[in-house]
């Protein structure tokens, strides 16, 4: 029976948002990685620990008042002082809905906010259409002297086409002190991180700013009609890997892998084939058309046709043919024929 309450948004991609934001996250020399959960947080702590991420040193933290960016980062203080230490060092700050970031952006955020000696860089982008979006305000002398919310910007302001992404890097020794000068003297009464911005360059710190190369990068989802477009883009990109490591698919545009799926060399998909969750594809094997397979294993040359299967293996020369429903569980031996006939359906 169909629920008549709609999922959130977060839970309608194949993948959990927050996944593809860890993966830009991935730096060199990372102490340790910091989840700040709110609203469904039991669903994204198992999204997670479902994931290749789960071997990996993460923590997480609840945000059990909604009181603001800022305040999202002030319950994670005490895990990063503590991974930290008196060592210092930098702390990255990303959104968990901005899934086109790249990793290649956020390690060229690091590089200038170490060369420029910054107490805090952002992350920021050039746009036509700045609606909705909070404003870079720069001094004269070129560094970022606060961020203006749109909600509480001037008419002047708003015409400000360079954009707050919500990215940024702070010096993990400031970040403290200078949350505890952040107040809810706003529109929506919060505490916004981005008065960090105007906090320490008041504080006489070095604050910048760096543009991305591509906007689209920054894109936040907050409908279904963004979410669909930048799931448009994550195939796309994911798809391209593939092809250029060697895989074959017959119709790009309308073949859907998912970001945790392994492919091998000389694979072939074709068109409508959908691979979903953690997925294993072995060399030589071709799967589709229209083929429905999620948490599947499939050994070397196997055939599996327009195929639905769940929690499968299929094991190396297989045939499994179009038309066929494999329950979860089923093992699929190696050379073995499965037809229609003879599916193990639910």
Known sequence: MRSSRPKPLHQLCGRAMVLYVLDAAAQENVRATVVVVGHDANWVEK????????????????????????????????????????????????????????????????????????????????????????????????????????RDASAAERRIKEINTSIMVVRQSLLGPALRRVDR?????????????????????????????????????????????????LRTRINEQWLSRGVTMWNPAVTYVDADVELAADVSLL????????????????VGPNAILRDVEVGENAYVGSVEATRVRIGAEARVSSFVVLSPGADVAMSEIVTPLSQRSH
């Open 185 to 233: 003297q706003n529109a929506q009464h919060e505490y916004y991180l981005t008065d960090l911005v105007g906090v320490l360059h008041d504080m006489g710190h070095v604050t910048g700013s760096l543009m991305l190369d591509d906007a689209s990068e920054a894109a936040g989802v907050n409908d279904r009609l963004q979410l669909s477009r930048v799931e448009q883009v």
């Open 271 to 286: 068109p409508g084939t959908i691979l979903r969750g953690h997925c294993r594809i072995a060399r030589g094997a071709r």
């Open 47 to 150: 999204e997670i620990a479902e994931s290749t991420y789960a071997a990996r040193r993460l923590t997480f933290v609840e945000q059990n008042e909604q009181l603001g960016t800022g305040h999202a980062v002030a319950v994670a203080l005490p895990v990063l002082d503590e991974a930290i230490g008196d060592t210092d060092g930098d702390v990255v700050i990303l959104p968990g809905d901005t899934p086109l970031l790249r990793r290649s952006s956020v390690a060229r955020l690091l590089a200038v906010h170490r060369e420029t000696n910054a107490a805090l860089s952002v992350l920021g982008a050039r746009v036509d259409e700045p609606t909705g979006y909070g404003r870079l305000i720069h001094a004269k002398d070129g560094t970022l002297e606060r961020i203006v919310e749109e």
